[in-house]
């Protein structure tokens, strides 16, 4: 039988696995941060008016920039960001990882390099060797923050070309204050000072939970600073895959080089649309989520679990001598958590009261397994 590295694959892709996370069927699923609330029923509806307009013209491409999209998605951060942003400033595509391999199509590639602190968004990895860029991995401390010297050392000694700084950091939790960022940005503009400077991507995917506000004010007059979001999670739309980015023009512009024709169906394209009516119902389950998540911080706590500082909706939560071990512990009581391969730490998401209940008390019933 044929294995993949019998063919003639990339040498960077040999021995690697394929991203994803355990689909089993069991009662409570808190293992890939989706929102557990399904779209509320006259979204689904208006959901089902657009993409029945949108089908009348499926004979045709569908609108190749999305201008329409990119308008209201412009209009949504700006009332929510902090900071106005024009459609010009605004990219969308299938999921925030076709954004991240959109500009790793431009700015990264063979001879290039990116750098992430990990652990992180295990894509930005994979993305960057899918891409022929280079991957580079960068120091967090024991708590899981940044360390900003040694993060500034790290950009002046390897000159990345793409910086990743992930806020909330999936799989920790924990945000990045816009110093961190800024003390990176201007670090790898200066290591890149020979040329048209580095690109810093700062991944807001679950930027809607943080308790702190949104880092894209941070754009303004920083051409080469980009701000990623995806509709997977606060908006509820993880089958949708939309994701979008908000950058200066000309970052707009130049991932349009590598972009595929008519990218974005209209169906797609309709459907985001449609959500986007319904931001202000969408963010009331935010709400409650982030209710459900500090709770979640405050009962495992309380347990007698340490737990990581969580700005998403979900929370890391240990320390184990087995960390697989204790995931199978807490699957056999019917409540799939995540383990991400953080050493001695698992993950859990935040669903709904009910479902948290049921995996509190799996981890109480554990832990009074293990005391006793």
């Not at 990045?176 to 940005?185: E, F, G, N, Q």
């Not at 000072?193 to 004010?217: N, Q, W």
């Not at 730490?345 to 008390?361: S, Y």
């Amino acid at each position: 039988m044929t294995r993949i590295d019998d063919l003639p694959i990339r040498d960077e892709l040999r021995g690697k696995s394929p991203y994803g996370a355990p689909q089993l069927d069991v009662p409570v699923r808190l293992n890939t941060n989706e929102n557990p609330y399904p779209l509320p029923e006259p979204l689904v509806r208006r959901i089902a008016e657009r993409v029945t307009e949108a089908a009348r013209r499926l004979n045709r491409y569908p609108d190749r920039d999305a201008v329409e999209l990119r308008t209201e998605l412009a209009r949504y951060l700006s009332r929510t960001g902090g900071h106005e942003v024009t459609k010009d400033q605004v990219w969308a595509a299938n999921g925030s990882n076709e954004i991240i391999q959109q500009l790793l199509q431009t700015f990264g590639g063979p001879g290039r390099t990116a750098i992430g602190f990990e652990p992180s968004y295990s894509m930005h990895a994979l993305i960057s060797r899918g891409t022929g860029t280079g991957w580079l991995s960068g120091p967090r401390t024991e708590d899981f923050t940044i360390d900003v010297g040694a993060a500034v050392a790290a950009i002046a000694e390897h000159r990345p070309d793409v910086v990743f700084i992930c806020s909330p950091n999936n799989p920790t939790g924990t945000a990045v204050d816009a110093d961190t960022v800024l003390a990176l940005y201007e670090a790898a503009q200066t290591a890149k000072a020979d040329s048209a400077g580095a690109l810093v991507v700062v991944d807001e995917a679950y930027g809607e939970f943080s308790h702190r506000p949104s880092l894209l004010p941070l754009i303004e007059g920083r051409p080469n600073l980009v701000v990623s979001r995806t509709m997977s999670k606060a908006f509820g739309a993880a089958g949708l895959r939309l994701g979008y980015l908000a950058a200066d023009p000309a970052v707009v512009d130049a991932v349009q080089l590598v972009r595929l024709p008519y990218h974005l169906s209209s169906v797609t394209q309709a459907t985001a649309l449609a959500a986007l009516e319904h931001t202000d119902t969408l963010l009331k389950y935010v709400e409650q989520l982030k209710a459900e998540r500090d709770r979640l911080v405050t009962e495992l706590r309380a347990i007698g679990y340490e737990v990581t500082e969580s700005d998403a909706n979900f929370v890391q939560f240990g320390r184990f001598r087995s960390a697989p071990e204790v995931w199978q512990k807490i699957l056999d009581r019917g409540v799939l958590v995540r383990d991400n391969g953080v050493p001695g730490w698992l993950r859990v998401t935040a669903g709904t009261p009910a479902e948290n209940d049921a995996f509190l008390d799996a981890v109480r019933e554990l832990k009074k397994e293990q005391s006793s």
